[in-house]
């Protein structure tokens, strides 16, 4: 028997929130490109769920092209911290206030 | 058989998935999440999804976990302070959002309580190849820009001015 399609989408919302959760309530610069990261591939396991329940494959092409992205998200964020830690020897985005006015 | 092994690998993924949110160490974050994108490769597999399970566990339990790891080493994994001010504003934005998630999950249940899965088509990756050269080709080529894009921005981002 198959599994339902809600279940993936349940548990997918789930693992969604927990990445929100992580965004929204971690300091450190890492911990929060993490919970993206764990956003990001709820998004994907809807789309995977979704393009089966459709029996059609344009959603397993949008979980590759949101994979690549992604990556690139990654790369250039992960930069940004190094250059961030180099600048002034923290991550903590609560301490990042050097575009206030 | 199959609905056993959804449930167990959704448990793990969620355990893993809270461990690699509250953790402090940012180290136990980062392994604790590639537990949760390899049950989120058993997911796919489960959705008869092969290509994508393979392509899951080698980008990004293989390629963006280990750069993560790589940056936790190299900034010295900086650990947060236990003790700073509380952010009540927030936490109450992620109790509504995971309000929000759930009450969406059951509505959905509600909708299509008995929606049958249409039968997957056949010839998995040859197909998925054929769509992404076929009808999808501008946006697969537009992702080789891209990615050219964040490699030399991070090159530039991290390079040190003499």
Known sequence: MAIPTTHFVILAALLFAVGSGGVLLRRSGISILLGVELMLNAANL??????????????????????????AEVAVGLALLVAIYRKQQSIDVDRLNIMRW | ??????????????????????????????????VTFFC?????????????????????????????????????????????????VQGVAGF??????????????????????????DGHVVALGRLL???YLFAFELISVLLLAALVGALVLVKRKH
């Open chain 2, 96 to 121: 509504a959002l995971t309000a929000v998630a759930a009450i969406g999950g059951v509505l959905l249940l509600a909708a299509v309580p008995s929606a049958e899965p249409a039968s997957p088509p």
């Open chain 2, 133 to 135: 050269v076929g009808p």
């Open chain 2, 40 to 88: 989120v490769a058993v997911c796919y597999a489960l959705l008869g999804a092969s290509f994508l399970a393979a392509a899951q566990i080698l980008v990004y339990a293989g390629a963006i976990l280990v750069l993560f790891l790589f940056v936790v080493m190299l900034l010295n994994a900086p650990e947060e302070q236990a003790a700073g001010e509380p952010r009540p």
């Open chain 2, 1 to 34: 058989m199959e609905l056993i092994v959804f449930y167990a690998t959704a448990a793990i993924a969620l355990v893993s998935a809270l461990v690699a949110v509250s953790h402090r160490n940012p180290i136990v974050n980062v392994l604790a999440l590639v």
């Open chain 1, 46 to 71: 809807t789309f995977a769920a979704f393009a089966r329940q459709h029996g059609q494959l344009d959603g397993q092409v949008f979980v590759f092209f949101v994979m690549a992205v992604a990556a």
